[in-house]
């Protein structure tokens, strides 16, 4: 094989339209997280949900903008379900600190606060 055509191989395997769908999963996946924030860790941390669902609705509003409604609603199902079995594999107890200092690593302080009451 040519080396134009082994680099146009690996032009294709990274085209505009994966990075597109791979953007649009991770845009998904953060707002069924702040969807299901109180429901997931409610029982371990504080959970500012008017702050999760002001989050989730900008990133929701983002991604039928930028995507269409048809496929945001797909990648926020689709991450709804990867989350929850996730959680269901791993447990919510271990998987729930570890969502809260990614999110604070992220400069979200506001979602999850404090151990509950």
């Known amino acids: 094989m040519s080396l134009a055509l082994a ?5 294709l395997s990274f085209s505009p339209a994966a990075a597109q769908d791979g953007a649009l999963s991770a845009l998904g996946r953060r707002a069924a997280l702040l969807n299901i924030a109180d429901q997931l860790c ?8 008017a702050a999760a669902e002001r989050r989730a609705f900008r990133l929701s509003t983002e991604g039928v903008k930028r995507y269409g409604a048809d496929r945001f609603r797909s990648a926020l199902s689709d991450g709804t379900a990867a989350l ?3 959680v269901r594999d791993g447990g ?3 998987w729930c600190p570890r969502y809260r200092d990614s999110l604070r690593r992220a ?3 506001d979602v999850i606060g404090g151990p509950a009451l």
């Open 7 to 11: 680099g146009a191989c690996v032009a």
């Open 42 to 49: 409610g029982g371990f941390y504080e959970v500012d949900t």
């Open 84 to 86: 929850l079995a996730e």
């Open 92 to 94: 919510a107890a271990t």
């Open 107 to 109: 400069g979200v302080s």
